[in-house]
C-alpha cells in the first residue's frame, strides 16, 4: 500500500478541492480561501497561488517577517456516484509567506507553505507526515489521469467491473444475488478499489500483479483482472 507521504502528496498535487485556513481570515468565502493552483517546491514546500485580493494574500502581506501559521486541508470526493462519496481529506501545515515574482499570471501572487508537518485520513486510513516524509515522497502515477480513467471505467465497463465479484467467492456471490452494483471508486498503482452498492455498501480492493507507472501499464493490469474474473 502506498504510505501516508505518498498518500498526502498525491492529494496535494491532484484536483481534489483545498482550502487554506489561516487565522484571521475565517470569514471569508471558501472560493477566496482556495488557491487557483498548487504544487511542490524543490525543498518540499508547497507553492500556492491565489489572486492577489484574496484576504490570504493581504494575511500573509501584513505578517511580513513574523510567522503566520497556516493549514492547507484538501478533500477528495469520488469522481464517480457513489454512497459516502468523501473518499479522504488531507491537511498540510506549516507556515506562510510571500513569493514575489513567481507568479506569471497578472494580478495574482504566489504563497509559498513552508511544510512542518501533515496528515491524511483516507480509504487505506489515517497516518501523520513529518516534512522530510512528505519532501522525499512522490504522488501516484496516475494522480493526474485517475478522475478520467474512473468515469471512463463505470461507463464504458461497468459490467466487466461488475464481474469483479466473482474474484470475491462467498461475499462476491452474495452481493451479485443480492443485485448490489458495483461501482469502480479508486484506482492507483497498486489497483483498483470497487464499492458495492445497495443495502450496506462494501468495498473491495483488486490488486494488480505488480505495481503500474504509467497508463500503459494500467491498461494491461486492468486486461489481467477482467480476464481473471471472466474466467
Do not use: Y
Request: with cysteine; hydrophobic share 45%; charged share 25%.
Amino acid at each position: 500500500m502506498p504510505s501516508a507521504a505518498e498518500r498526502t502528496r498525491t492529494l496535494v498535487q491532484s484536483t481534489c478541492s483545498a482550502v487554506l485556513l489561516v487565522p484571521g481570515v475565517e470569514g471569508a468565502r471558501p472560493d477566496q480561501l482556495s488557491p487557483t493552483a498548487r504544487a511542490f517546491g524543490t525543498d518540499g514546500e508547497v507553492f500556492l497561488l491565489f489572486s492577489a485580493d484574496s484576504p490570504v494574500v493581504r494575511a500573509a502581506t501584513h505578517a511580513q517577517d513574523d510567522e503566520l501559521a497556516a493549514v492547507l486541508e484538501i478533500t477528495d470526493v469520488a469522481p464517480v456516484a457513489v454512497p459516502n462519496r468523501i473518499r479522504g481529506r488531507a491537511w498540510v501545515s506549516g507556515w506562510l509567506t510571500c513569493a514575489p515574482g513567481l507568479a506569471t499570471e497578472p494580478g495574482c501572487m504566489m504563497l509559498r507553505l513552508e511544510v512542518g508537518e501533515g496528515c491524511v485520513d483516507d480509504l487505506w486510513g489515517a497516518g501523520g507526515v513529518e516534512a522530510d516524509e512528505l519532501a522525499e515522497a512522490s504522488a501516484d502515477p496516475l494522480v493526474a489521469h485517475e478522475t478520467e480513467l474512473l468515469q471512463h471505467l463505470h461507463s464504458a465497463h461497468s459490467d466487466q467491473v461488475q464481474e469483479l465479484a466473482s474474484l470475491l467467492g462467498d461475499r462476491g456471490k452474495e452481493a451479485v444475488d443480492a443485485g448490489r452494483r458495483a461501482v469502480p471508486l479508486a484506482l492507483d498503482r497498486f489497483g483498483l478499489r470497487v464499492r458495492f452498492t445497495g443495502g450496506k455498501p462494501f468495498d473491495a480492493r483488486f490488486d494488480f500483479p505488480a505495481p503500474v507507472r504509467d497508463v500503459t501499464g494500467l491498461r494491461r493490469a486492468m486486461h489481467t483482472l477482467f480476464e481473471a474474473a471472466s474466467h
